[in-house]
């Protein structure tokens, strides 16, 4: 019994644990029925908690690669304006790029040349005007005007490049006569590449009266090709009789009584001082524009043709005076006979500069003041300005019209180089002209960019301009006419050195050769030929040049510094002697000018 009343106790005890269980399990399921709502929502509200969060981490994200894209376009137009602003200045400044054929430009220049391996390609090159067509004529052994020479005259007669085989058959040559830099046609930095110089094997680098930017442009990029070049100072007899003109051999033999014997000293120092001041010059501008020294080779076309002749005189002979660099030229070429050319490409620089545009300056009022006072502008005086390309005479002009010769004193300073650094003013001697004339620097050397000449140099200043052209109707002289238009100021266009230019046209028709073979006629009907001839060329050469310029036409003085001299001296020849002939339009030049003076100035100035 007591087994079983306590089996049955413990029976008892187990069912009322199992209903105590059964009441705490529906009482925590109660529980939990009322706390699961609460559960589910705060594990949605962590998840929502989370998402926000990445959604925040992504806007973060976002954000700093906007600031970061922001940066880099800030920094991108940081760059692109400072470029912009560099090519801008590049642009006013003149600066000229490196250009560097392709592959492609070099095959077509090739064919265009007419190149031939096996051969060796000389190009001879330079400004416009100085001597290049005559000095390859004289190099293949022809005089100007022979049958298969290069044509030469006073207008830019080489528009395109010309191929002249070597008539000797033991020189494997080929010399090439290259359109002249600094005319209308062929703007000058961008002459190497235009012309498609890159693929010569030798330069012939013709100077004539300064050594200018663009021998300097074609030396440098020849250097970058590793194409060897001859400096070549060519009209080397013209040159030393110029220099013995300004120094006051224009005097008759018969009326300053010297003897032979005093001539030729004479000449000789004048070639002496010519060789000194040329071989100057060159190193000089060299060592300016950062290139190595090199010789320059003095030459004369009719001693370079007795040369290539064989018929170059003895050693202590008096013709053997004349020669200096020819024969040493001819000696150098032959040295280089197997030079090749070497060649690299990079990218196109922009557009602008590569087409040679040219900006138009227009001066502030500040810059009108400060040239006024740069130039000593006085109310109630005429201020002529002499201006023009380097070497045309502008000094020895403006001596002239002052009634003084160079070297005379209180005259503006001449030479074979660059002697007009700054502005000279030059107060008129006469106190009856209320005129100031003024000797500008001349454009185109190393000191001076061309299409920046007016306005660098304040031309726009000035009551009247006097544009002195020289060898040819140039770029500059189109310019300086062009903007003085746009100021409404006169100008004057003046061909110089008329006499120098007649006796070279004389000189290619072979007058005062030593050719004991050839007969030329009167020299007096010579002179008048040549006078005409070179007349009507320069007034056709300058009437064309201002239709392709889009300038009005107008009229070009035709005049001599000596004449003009005369006439302002009051010492002009009878009509009909033999000395008026050498007089052309020096007298209706000063004419010109003193009356667009006296009306401009309303009626003040005096004559002459």
Same mark, same amino acid.
């Given at each position: 019994?007591?087994?079983?009343?306590?089996?049955?106790?413990?029976?008892?005890?187990?069912?009322?644990?199992?209903?105590?269980?059964?009441?705490?399990?529906?009482?925590?399921?109660?529980?939990?029925?009322?706390?699961?709502?609460?559960?589910?929502?705060?594990?949605?509200?962590?998840?929502?908690?989370?998402?926000?969060?990445?959604?925040?981490?992504?806007?973060?994200?976002?954000?700093?690669?906007?600031?970061?894209?922001?940066?880099?376009?800030?920094?991108?137009?940081?760059?692109?304006?400072?470029?912009?602003?560099?090519?801008?200045?590049?642009?006013?400044?003149?600066?000229?790029?490196?250009?560097?054929?392709?592959?492609?430009?070099?095959?077509?220049?090739?064919?265009?040349?007419?190149?031939?391996?096996?051969?060796?390609?000389?190009?001879?090159?330079?400004?416009?005007?100085?001597?290049?067509?005559?000095?390859?004529?004289?190099?293949?052994?022809?005089?100007?005007?022979?049958?298969?020479?290069?044509?030469?005259?006073?207008?830019?007669?080489?528009?395109?490049?010309?191929?002249?085989?070597?008539?000797?058959?033991?020189?494997?040559?080929?010399?090439?006569?290259?359109?002249?830099?600094?005319?209308?046609?062929?703007?000058?930095?961008?002459?190497?590449?235009?012309?498609?110089?890159?693929?010569?094997?030798?330069?012939?680098?013709?100077?004539?009266?300064?050594?200018?930017?663009?021998?300097?442009?074609?030396?440098?990029?020849?250097?970058?090709?590793?194409?060897?070049?001859?400096?070549?100072?060519?009209?080397?007899?013209?040159?030393?009789?110029?220099?013995?003109?300004?120094?006051?051999?224009?005097?008759?033999?018969?009326?300053?009584?010297?003897?032979?014997?005093?001539?030729?000293?004479?000449?000789?120092?004048?070639?002496?001082?010519?060789?000194?001041?040329?071989?100057?010059?060159?190193?000089?501008?060299?060592?300016?524009?950062?290139?190595?020294?090199?010789?320059?080779?003095?030459?004369?076309?009719?001693?370079?043709?007795?040369?290539?002749?064989?018929?170059?005189?003895?050693?202590?002979?008096?013709?053997?005076?004349?020669?200096?660099?020819?024969?040493?030229?001819?000696?150098?070429?032959?040295?280089?006979?197997?030079?090749?050319?070497?060649?690299?490409?990079?990218?196109?620089?922009?557009?602008?500069?590569?087409?040679?545009?040219?900006?138009?300056?227009?001066?502030?009022?500040?810059?009108?003041?400060?040239?006024?006072?740069?130039?000593?502008?006085?109310?109630?005086?005429?201020?002529?300005?002499?201006?023009?390309?380097?070497?045309?005479?502008?000094?020895?002009?403006?001596?002239?019209?002052?009634?003084?010769?160079?070297?005379?004193?209180?005259?503006?300073?001449?030479?074979?180089?660059?002697?007009?650094?700054?502005?000279?003013?030059?107060?008129?001697?006469?106190?009856?002209?209320?005129?100031?004339?003024?000797?500008?620097?001349?454009?185109?050397?190393?000191?001076?960019?061309?299409?920046?000449?007016?306005?660098?140099?304040?031309?726009?200043?000035?009551?009247?301009?006097?544009?002195?052209?020289?060898?040819?109707?140039?770029?500059?002289?189109?310019?300086? #006419? /062009?903007? @003085?238009? $746009?100021?409404?100021?006169?100008? *004057? %266009? &003046?061909?110089?050195?008329?006499?120098?230019?007649?006796?070279?046209?004389?000189?290619?028709?072979?007058?005062?050769?030593?050719?004991?073979?050839?007969?030329?006629?009167?020299?007096?009907?010579?002179?008048?030929?040549?006078?005409?001839?070179?007349?009507?060329?320069?007034?056709?050469?300058?009437?064309?040049? #201002? /239709?392709? @310029?889009? $300038?009005?036409?107008?009229?070009? *003085? %035709? &005049?001599?510094?000596?004449?003009?001299?005369?006439?302002?001296?009051?010492?002009?020849?009878?009509?009909?002697?033999?000395?008026?002939?050498?007089?052309?339009?020096?007298?209706?030049?000063?004419?010109?000018?003193?009356?667009?003076?006296?009306?401009?100035?309303?009626?003040?100035?005096?004559?002459?």
């Amino acid at each position: 019994m007591g087994v079983i009343f306590s089996g049955l106790c413990q029976l008892f005890n187990i069912n009322k644990m199992y209903g105590i269980y059964n009441k705490v399990k529906e009482g925590i399921g109660r529980h939990l029925a009322a706390l699961w709502p609460g559960l589910a929502g705060a594990e949605t509200g962590r998840a929502n908690v989370e998402s926000a969060e990445e959604e925040c981490r992504r806007a973060e994200q976002a954000q700093r690669l906007a600031e970061e894209d922001a940066r880099v376009a800030m920094e991108e137009r940081h760059v692109a304006l400072q470029a912009k602003a560099e090519a801008e200045r590049r642009l006013r400044e003149g600066i000229q790029p490196v250009i560097i054929p392709t592959a492609a430009e070099l095959e077509d220049a090739k064919h265009k040349f007419g190149y031939q391996e096996g051969l060796h390609h000389f190009a001879v090159v330079g400004i416009a005007g100085s001597g290049k067509s005559s000095l390859i004529n004289a190099l293949r052994g022809l005089r100007n005007g022979e049958a298969g020479a290069a044509v030469t005259g006073i207008t830019a007669t080489t528009v395109q490049f010309a191929r002249f085989p070597d008539p000797n058959p033991k020189h494997p040559f080929v010399w090439y006569d290259i359109p002249g830099a600094g005319t209308l046609n062929a703007p000058d930095w961008l002459y190497f590449h235009n012309q498609g110089l890159f693929i010569f094997n030798a330069f012939i680098v013709l100077v004539d009266n300064r050594f200018t930017k663009t021998d300097i442009a074609i030396l440098r990029n020849a250097r970058l090709f590793k194409i060897p070049c001859f400096i070549v100072r060519s009209k080397a007899d013209v040159h030393i009789h110029n220099i013995m003109n300004d120094r006051g051999d224009e005097i008759d033999d018969e009326e300053d009584g010297a003897g032979v014997g005093d001539r030729e000293k004479f000449g000789e120092q004048c070639r002496d001082f010519f060789v000194k001041e040329t071989r100057q010059n060159v190193q000089q501008n060299l060592h300016d524009a950062d290139l190595p020294e090199q010789c320059v080779y003095i030459v004369s076309k009719s001693e370079m043709l007795g040369v290539i002749k064989g018929n170059a005189p003895l050693t202590n002979s008096k013709k053997a005076k004349k020669f200096i660099d020819d024969i040493a030229l001819k000696a150098a070429e032959s040295a280089r006979e197997q030079t090749q050319a070497a060649l690299k490409a990079i990218a196109e620089l922009e557009r602008q500069r590569r087409e040679g545009f040219q900006p138009v300056i227009m001066p502030t009022n500040a810059e009108l003041e400060v040239a006024k006072r740069r130039i000593g502008y006085q109310d109630g005086f005429y201020h002529f300005a002499v201006a023009g390309m380097a070497g045309s005479g502008k000094s020895s002009m403006a001596n002239a019209l002052r009634g003084l010769r160079n070297n005379q004193k209180g005259a503006a300073a001449t030479g074979i180089t660059e002697t007009t650094l700054h502005i000279s003013r030059l107060p008129d001697p006469n106190p009856g002209r209320p005129f100031v004339w003024y000797d500008i620097p001349g454009a185109g050397t190393l000191q001076i960019e061309d299409w920046q000449y007016f306005h660098k140099q304040g031309l726009y200043i000035f009551d009247a301009l006097i544009v002195l052209i020289d060898n040819r109707f140039t770029s500059i002289d189109i310019a300086i #006419l /062009r903007n @003085a238009r $746009l100021f409404k100021i006169p100008c *004057y %266009i &003046v061909r110089s050195k008329a006499d120098i230019h007649i006796r070279n046209i004389m000189h290619d028709s072979g007058y005062e050769s030593d050719d004991e073979e050839y007969d030329f006629g009167d020299p007096e009907k010579l002179e008048e030929q040549a006078r005409d001839f070179f007349i009507t060329k320069t007034r056709e050469n300058v009437q064309q040049s #201002l /239709r392709d @310029a889009g $300038l009005p036409d107008q009229r070009v *003085y %035709i &005049v001599s510094k000596s004449e003009m001299l005369c006439v302002i001296k009051g010492n002009v020849p009878p009509v009909n002697s033999k000395k008026a002939k050498k007089f052309i339009d020096e007298e209706e030049f000063l004419s010109a000018l003193e009356k667009d003076a006296d009306r401009r100035r309303g009626g003040g100035a005096a004559g002459r």
